[in-house]
């Protein structure tokens, strides 16, 4: 049974619960969304078995493993030899003392979980299931109950709209209230008091999630009760009173960035622009590297946005161009790479980067010239 619609005709949860009701084997793709993104979630007799959100190409399992930190290079390796003698890569990991199976499959039963919550907020795409047989040993890794992730999805969306409310963004910073009264008692729970202690005015929603190591939806919620409680309030740019104050801490976020950038910390070099950029959403510097990084990190459709802002901020910045020219190179924007670059060898500051530039454009020719 092929299925291809659009998400405005036949929902995510429709779809999901026909995959499962008969209980299909196969993978679902969902393309064509507003941001660029895509999703592959993988069905075996009905159930999830494996999700995936990404920017330009689905991900081979023991790639994202590596870059989820499971495995390093010398245990890819010992897997990869090791694999065939096994039923499927959890009893491979296992059985090669590199991580117990126990913890795997409840490693990845949140991450398959928290894509497939993600995926049900799409509200615009295109759907295609493919019937085919999956590779027991590399995608048949969970066996996820359909009909509890619809149930749940269900409820995280309509939570997450009140939510969103208090806590707009997962890089939004919270301080304690200024008026609230010192002796007025508090009934929380162990988890509440958790993230309180985590309240300083300067951690953000990310970093706070990271440290109780909860999922973002359960942090969000319980940071949502204490901003209702009055206990908690949203921090703003301006908070400080003087703006002098602002720029500090701004130029503190951006040098804390290169600093993780420099040390190849990608996805925490990020998160303190993206701060930055929060406090203040001019702040060209903290865009560009946001550029840069999300490029390194393959999340392109990000990268294009935050590029795209800082050329039209400097249009003669010489590494935004020659990033933004790469970038539409990896979209097959041959054209739109070859005009960044051209642009970049006419306004070039030095001989080598012109020289540089110059055999990016022939090569990317050549490539045109292919694809017509």
Not at 62 to 80: H, K, T, Y
Not at 147 to 159: F, K, P, Q, T, W
Not at 326 to 355: F, N, P, T
Request: aromatic share 8%.
């Amino acid at each position: 049974m092929a299925i291809q619609s659009s998400i405005s005709e036949l929902g995510l949860f429709e779809l999901f619960q026909i995959l499962h009701m008969n209980a299909k084997t196969g993978r679902l793709i969902v393309s064509d969304t507003p941001d660029g993104r895509e999703a592959q979630v993988l069905f075996h007799d009905g159930a999830v078995s494996f999700a995936q959100v990404y920017d330009r190409a689905a991900r081979p399992v023991p790639a994202l493993l590596v870059e989820w930190g499971v495995l390093d290079d010398e245990s890819l390796r010992r897997m990869e030899a090791t694999l065939p003698r096994y039923a499927d890569l959890l009893a491979c990991l296992d059985g090669e003392g590199i991580v117990p199976r126990s913890h795997m499959e409840n490693f990845l039963g949140n991450r398959v979980r928290e894509c497939v919550y993600e995926l049900f907020k799409w509200d615009r795409g295109e759907c295609r299931f493919i019937d085919e047989e999956l590779d027991a040993r590399t995608e048949v890794l969970v066996a996820l109950n359909t009909e509890n992730l619809i149930l749940e999805g269900a409820r995280r969306i309509d939570e997450w709209t009140n939510i969103k409310n208090k806590v707009p963004s997962r890089h939004s910073v919270f301080r304690f209230c200024a008026d609230k009264e010192k002796d007025q008692a508090l009934n929380l729970k162990p988890l509440e008091w958790e993230i309180l202690s985590l309240i300083d005015g300067n951690r953000s929603v990310d970093e706070v999630n990271g440290a109780v190591g909860e999922d973002l939806f359960s942090t969000s919620k319980l940071i949502y009760g204490l901003v209702v409680m009055g206990v908690i309030e949203l921090r703003d740019a301006d908070d400080d009173g003087a703006a002098d104050g602002s720029e500090q801490r701004t130029q503190s976020l951006i040098e804390r960035g290169r600093e993780l950038y420099g040390r190849l910390n990608l996805e925490r070099a990020a998160a303190e622009f993206e701060k930055a950029v929060q406090l203040d959403p001019e702040c060209f510097e903290a865009i560009r590297m946001l550029g840069e990084i999300y490029y390194k990190m393959d999340r392109l459709s990000e990268a294009l946005m935050y590029l795209a802002k800082a050329r039209s901020m400097d249009p003669a910045n010489q590494k935004a161009m020659f990033i933004k020219g790469y970038l539409h190179a990896r979209l097959g924007e041959v054209e739109q790479a070859i005009g960044e670059w051209e642009e970049l060898r006419d306004k070039a500051s030095s001989r080598r980067i012109a020289d540089l530039v110059t055999h990016r454009i022939a090569a990317a020719k050549e490539w045109e010239k292919v694809l017509q």
